[in-house]
């Protein structure tokens, strides 16, 4: 890649860069915001969901995974279309079927119907979400601005899980649990009229304008098995027949899209992007971070309103300081950046969250949120938001404008892929583990025993979340060097310091 690829202006219908940039980067935030958020403002109201519409406890994951799934699914579609029929179109289509499906989550009447919603959700965010990153990364041409508004970015994306299980539990206990789904109608609305009105148009320079439908169902079909197999192997038994079919269709399904990829003229990805070391690194590593953080909100959440009997309002409050958290961390990480590297601060984030992770594998069953939970939470909140404004930078930062949007599909979807096979794997394991304990007793017995289990499956989920995001620090650490990153840092500095 050239410095002129990443430095290039992007090409508007009109030919001319929009000078409204930090406007546009509060509408792209925005939508963000309301995509992220719904990542994690279910968990609160997960219990009252379940009751309003008879879940059962296997299928409950299901109202989390179903968007994960498909918005982790259809990510790497959306951030190529977005290249080639327009980013703000695509940014325009998205909010607009974000918000309707919104609106069909909070009118659901069967159990049914929201797994399909939340799917739905999941579809517009998979348009709406590179699109959003792919417009500031070729609005923001400047590296030292672009590093502020990625600052920005990480912060709404980390920041929103946070918000979103503090919106749950307020609007559950308040209103109901339909509420949580309503409210991004209002604002999906404001979003659209502002991005018709101050967004211009952008797309990339390519001769062609087709898409690799083949790529996107085939990764879409072997994730889904994927997640599908590791969900239901608690109940099929890890080494049963179903549990390995599953596991050999997805493999089968993946390795048909590489070899689709390697075949198609036009392909959904292309493979010679994984040459930037920066990028496939900062993704991989993404995805294993991100496949412990999900499954650390869901756990965490479980534990304040089930262990320690916190209402759904409470319960979203004890969360407030993970926000103001990943705030702090997310504008530290953006001095640190000139002072010790892009590297070295995402390794020391990503080891600080992973020292709350730990912490938090020690939750009591008769423990309180100020001497057991707090402790754990804020050193991981940090730590996350000192993490992701880095590995965005390492993400996006090495391609020109026309990988603009693959690279931010490819970046969004190691996050919600990875959050997906997280929780999928850590609900497994908790649920194993709290099986195990139980097996055997009857009567007074299994009904003492119960909470101490439930514990018990907690902290195995939370040991098991801190190795995911230790590998990811030690992957980081071992496989970038500092040449890798030299560009990066040097257009941080002042440009007296750069061209001294």
Known sequence: MTDTAIEAPPRTESGQRSSNRWLILVIACLAQFMVVLDA?????????????????????????????????????????????????????????????????????????????????????????????????????????????????????????????????????????????????????LATLLATLRFVPESRADLQHRTFDLAGAVTVTAGLVVLVYAIVKAQAFGWGSARTIGLIAASLILLAGFVAIEQRSAHPLIRLSIFRVKTLTVADTVLLLVASGLFGMFFFASLYVQEILGYSPLRAGLAFLPVTGGIVVGAGIAQQLIRRIGVRNVAVFGIGLATVGLVILAGIPVHGTYAADLLPGLLPMSIGMGLTFVPITLMATGGVGENDAGLASGLFNTAQQVGGSLGLAILSTLAATRTTDLLSGLHGQALFAASTAAKVSGYRVAFVAAAIMLGAGA????????????????????????ATA
């Open 474 to 497: 030690l992957l980081l650490a071992a496989t970038i060097r500092r040449r890798d990153v030299e560009k990066l840092d040097v257009n941080q500095l002042a440009p007296s310091a």
């Open 40 to 188: 994690t403002v279910v968990n609160v109201a997960l219990p009252s969901i379940q009751k309003g519409l008879h879940f059962s406890p296997s299928s409950l994951q299901w109202v989390v995974n179903a968007y994960t799934l498909v918005f982790g699914g259809f990510l790497l579609l959306g951030g190529r279309a977005g290249d080639l029929l327009g980013r703000r179109r695509l940014f325009v289509i998205g909010v607009a079927l974000f918000s309707a499906a919104s609106l069909l989550n909070g009118l659901a009447q069967t159990s049914t119907m929201l797994i399909v919603g939340r799917g739905l959700q999941g579809l517009g965010g998979a348009l709406l979400s590179p699109a959003a990153l792919s417009i500031i990364t070729t609005t923001f041409t400047d590296q030292a601005e672009r590093t502020k508004a990625l600052g920005v970015w990480s912060a709404i994306a980390a920041g929103g899980g946070a918000v979103g299980l503090v919106m749950g539990g307020a609007l559950t206990q308040l209103a109901s649990w339909e509420w949580i789904f309503i409210v991004n109608v209002p604002v999906g």
